[in-house]
């Protein structure tokens, strides 16, 4: 929200309030967000049969292609931050690929780093869908120790305090979080689709 809110001139409360539907975009704005997103504005104000995404030089793409800009880095091991700033570089993926949401449901993050090889190679590039929870077992990209955060397998058992983000490479070891750790911890969005260079 504040690297969007930045881009878009705008605050990260600003942002805030549109994502809960407290406050509606002014018509600039929505502009804005549409550029920002690579879609059309009819497309984000819902209308019927503007799912068309725009390319960001304003042509149109393909019915069947959305873009996206990589917006940042995740760390596939420990002790890093979730660095949110516009690499330049943009992601075309098939529209099937969101099963039906809006784009602006969903971050594409670039992996550093290989505490999840072989499932994730440093450089892969992930599909993450915004949520604050997810069922035990899923890749996830989680935010811990307030300000760290890193994409692993995240397993926690229905009604205890503790839950365990674990790499796929069996070199690197298992982070356990529990008690008070927890209010530090929370899910950033579950990745969904791998999208590697061959």
Same mark, same amino acid.
């Given at each position: 929200?504040?690297? @969007?809110?930045?881009?878009?001139?705008?605050?990260?409360?600003?942002?805030?309030?549109?994502?809960?539907?407290? !406050? +509606?975009?002014?018509?600039?704005?929505?502009?804005?967000?549409? +550029?920002?997103?690579?879609?059309?504005?009819?497309?984000?104000?819902?209308?019927?049969?503007?799912?068309?995404?725009?390319?960001?030089?304003?042509?149109?793409?393909? +019915?069947?292609?959305?873009?996206?800009?990589?917006?940042?880095?995740? *760390?596939?091991?420990?002790?890093?931050?979730?660095?949110?700033?516009?690499?330049?570089?943009?992601?075309?993926?098939?529209?099937?690929?969101?099963?039906?949401?809006?784009?602006?449901?969903? @971050?594409?993050?670039?992996? !550093?780093? #290989?505490?999840?090889?072989? *499932?994730?190679? +440093?450089?892969?590039?992930? @599909?993450?869908? !915004?949520?604050?929870?997810?069922?035990?077992?899923?890749?996830?990209?989680?935010?811990? #120790?307030?300000?760290?955060?890193?994409? *692993?397998?995240?397993?926690?058992?229905?009604?205890?305090?503790?839950?365990?983000?674990?790499?796929?490479?069996?070199?690197?070891?298992?982070?356990?979080?529990?008690?008070?750790?927890?209010?530090?911890?929370?899910?950033?969005?579950?990745?969904? *689709?791998?999208? !590697?260079?061959?």
């Amino acid at each position: 929200m504040k690297q @969007l809110g930045k881009d878009i001139g705008v605050s990260e409360s600003t942002i805030s309030l549109y994502e809960t539907g407290q !406050r +509606d975009p002014d018509n600039a704005t929505v502009i804005k967000l549409a +550029d920002y997103f690579g879609v059309t504005v009819d497309y984000l104000l819902g209308r019927s049969g503007a799912s068309s995404p725009v390319m960001m030089s304003s042509s149109y793409t393909p +019915d069947a292609l959305v873009q996206f800009p990589v917006i940042g880095s995740i *760390k596939a091991g420990y002790d890093g931050q979730v660095e949110e700033f516009g690499t330049g570089e943009y992601i075309t993926l098939p529209i099937e690929m969101l099963n039906g949401r809006p784009a602006g449901d969903y @971050l594409v993050f670039q992996v !550093r780093g #290989n505490s999840m090889y072989p *499932k994730l190679l +440093d450089g892969d590039k992930v @599909l993450v869908l !915004r949520t604050d929870s997810v069922d035990s077992g899923t890749t996830a990209v989680i935010s811990y #120790n307030g300000d760290e955060a890193t994409i *692993k397998k995240v397993v926690y058992k229905e009604g205890e305090d503790w839950l365990d983000l674990i790499p796929a490479n069996p070199e690197y070891e298992t982070k356990h979080i529990s008690g008070s750790d927890l209010e530090f911890c929370h899910v950033i969005g579950k990745a969904v *689709k791998l999208i !590697r260079d061959i």
